[in-house]
């Protein structure tokens, strides 16, 4: 059974950041891409960012666009989101999440695509 933990949430205040971490078990990371998503009281889980099994491909929402960064280490079956230049509207439980295929560059950024969740990690931003 895979597993998914996140950390590194937590208040800040705006114009900060924060690198949230995804710890996931299993042998099978670096197989499979992996994607981050948000979910805002009273809001639908949107999607954050996503990374390739191999780290070469990204892609983001367009509300992070060069203000956040997904990274991972495969060596250590860690997916990571650097987020800087926070603002209120980033206030969110962020999820952690892993494709239900290995399919090469693929970097989806539908939750569908997604099988395998984490518990979330909240991260607030004060004005």
């Known amino acids: 059974q895979v597993q998914l933990v996140e950390s590194g949430g937590g208040l800040v205040q705006a114009g900060g950041s924060l690198r949230l971490s995804c710890a996931v078990s299993?042998?099978?990371?670096?197989?499979?891409?992996m994607g981050w998503f948000r979910q805002a009281p009273g809001k639908e889980r949107d999607f954050v960012a996503a990374?390739?099994?191999?780290?070469?491909?990204?892609t983001y929402a367009d509300s992070v666009k060069g203000r956040f960064t997904i990274s991972r280490d495969n060596a250590k079956n860690t997916l990571y989101l650097q987020m800087n230049s926070l603002n209120p509207e980033d206030t969110a439980v962020y999820y952690c999440?892993?494709?239900?295929?290995?399919?090469?560059?693929?970097?989806?950024?539908?939750?569908?695509?997604?099988?395998?969740w984490g518990q979330g990690t909240q991260v607030t931003v004060s004005s």
């Open positions: 999440a892993r494709t239900r295929l290995q399919i090469g560059e693929w970097v989806p950024d539908g939750a569908s695509s997604y099988n395998y």
């Open positions: 299993g042998r099978t990371f670096s197989s499979y891409s």
């Open positions: 990374i390739s099994s191999s780290g070469r491909s990204t």
